[in-house]
């Protein structure tokens, strides 16, 4: 192979990802694949949740009746069986929803790539957490849009922030096109936010004219009770809603969908046929099949109840291990646990450390800042670790965190 021209051909690349670029996702990936990693990292679902027979026997049957529909192509918008499934259980949720206003993707972050490369150009302004979701910021760097951070405590966003941006976009004759959110069970914070904190997310936005892009990915995996309305059921008019199936069913169908009014739906649907044409067929069937046969339903029952336990037990063990020395929220659902770190001591080197001594996977939360990243958080993701190996893990996290102390806190701590 010619490097000359491979250098020539990289040159050519329409958008050059810029300096920021970050290929933790690829790292997690990587790492989680290693033997006898004890992973915190990467966000997957849980082996255990999945009856995988079960859900064999359903793909097989699904297959079996489709008559080879779910072999070909099907519509750009997706299967019409399915778009009526998810607008049948979008209402459900609250938010009014007609066949028009459904569009199937290849995932969540197809959605928002599809989204970013319809309505956002160089330069846009788009608000986004600080932290917040790392697919998601990779999709803005890849368009190159200006990310504004405003920070997430444990509320939420940070209103009178959020609100001072807004005014300051404003200000610039550059309005902000649109606040990217993950309401419930925030990845990376696990934050859920109230429905004060939501009512008053669309007031701002809608009174500025920027559109909420609400990600739903854990919306359904609540551990006990339902979180408050989706914000695209308070605003249908304002709000893009994106999903997927990754969290709830399974990754490997690459299956999510958006809801949107009908205009923006059908611009979208415009765009994606010169994308990818249309979603898997055979991951549409399926789904429509999880979703009609009562599977999806025992399956959202059994990861609540599992992840609820789960996360639990991985608080108790950092209650014995880190108590002294670290803080955390204590999600009511999703797969994230979000952890200060004592003042000084650097995520990234702890988590350096926590790998090379104890075979311990954690995400320094550096990676899920568009700016300014803070040096002391950590992710831990609960839902796909090794059970039997917990215990061992939050010690070597521990036995790492101890080891960056000054001496004074260290001798406190151990
Ligand atoms: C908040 C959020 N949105 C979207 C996704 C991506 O989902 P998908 O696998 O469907 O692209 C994830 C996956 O981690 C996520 O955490």
């Not at 459900?92 to 956002?120: H, P, W």
């Not at 979180?227 to 969290?247: G, Q, R, W, Y």
Request: a negative charge; charged letters at 20%; hydrophobic letters at 40%.
């Amino acid at each position: 192979m010619n490097s000359e021209r491979c250098t020539a051909i990289d040159g050519s690349v329409s958008q050059l990802p810029d300096e920021n670029d970050d290929d933790t996702i690829a790292r997690i990936m990587r790492l989680s694949e290693q033997p006898g990693v004890i992973s915190f990292a990467g966000g997957f679902p849980a082996p255990e949740v999945q009856n995988w027979q079960a859900l064999r026997d359903l793909t097989m049957m699904t297959l079996n009746s489709s008559k080879n529909s779910a072999f070909r192509y099907g519509p750009t918008s997706g299967i019409t069986k399915l778009r009526e499934l998810l607008a049948s259980r979008m209402r459900k949720l609250g938010r009014t929803t007609v066949l028009d206003e459904i569009l199937i993707t290849a995932g969540g972050v197809a959605g928002l790539d599809l989204i970013a490369a319809t309505y956002l150009k160089p330069g846009d302004n788009v608000i986004v957490g600080s932290p917040s979701y790392l697919g998601a910021l990779q999709v803005f760097r890849n368009h190159r849009v200006n990310m504004i951070s405003v920070p997430v405590f444990d509320q939420g966003l940070n209103l009178e922030l959020l609100e001072q941006a807004l005014i300051a976009a404003d200000a610039e004759n550059n309005p902000v096109k649109y606040i990217y959110t993950v309401p419930s069970f925030d990845n990376p914070t696990g934050v859920t936010t109230g429905l004060a904190h939501r009512q008053q997310l669309i007031k701002l936005a809608t009174t500025h004219g920027a559109w909420i892009l609400e990600d739903g990915a854990y919306q359904e995996l609540y551990f006990e009770s339902p979180p408050d309305s989706m914000l695209t059921a308070l605003e249908p008019d304002c709000v893009i809603h994106i999903n997927t199936f990754s969290k709830m069913l399974c990754p490997g169908f690459r299956l999510g969908w958006i809801v949107a009014p009908a205009p923006v739906i059908s611009r979208l649907s415009y765009r994606k046929q010169g994308w990818d044409q249309c979603a898997s067929t055979v991951g549409q069937h399926v789904a429509v099949t999880a979703l009609s046969t009562g599977y999806m339903e025992d399956q959202l029952e059994l990861a609540r109840k599992f992840y609820l336990r789960r996360c639990n037990l991985i608080i108790d063990c950092l209650g014995q291990e880190l108590g002294d020395i670290a803080t955390w929220n204590v999600p009511e659902g999703g797969f994230y646990i979000w952890m200060q770190l004592p003042t000084g001591v650097s995520a990234e080197i702890v988590s350096d450390t926590a790998l090379t001594a104890s075979n311990v996977a954690v995400l320094p939360g550096t990676s899920f800042y568009a700016k300014n990243p803070e040096q002391g958080t950590l992710r831990l993701c609960f839902s796909s670790v090794d059970e039997n190996r917990i215990e061992e893990g939050i010690k070597g996290l521990r036995n790492a965190v101890i080891s960056h102390l000054e001496p004074e806190l260290r001798s406190l701590a151990s």
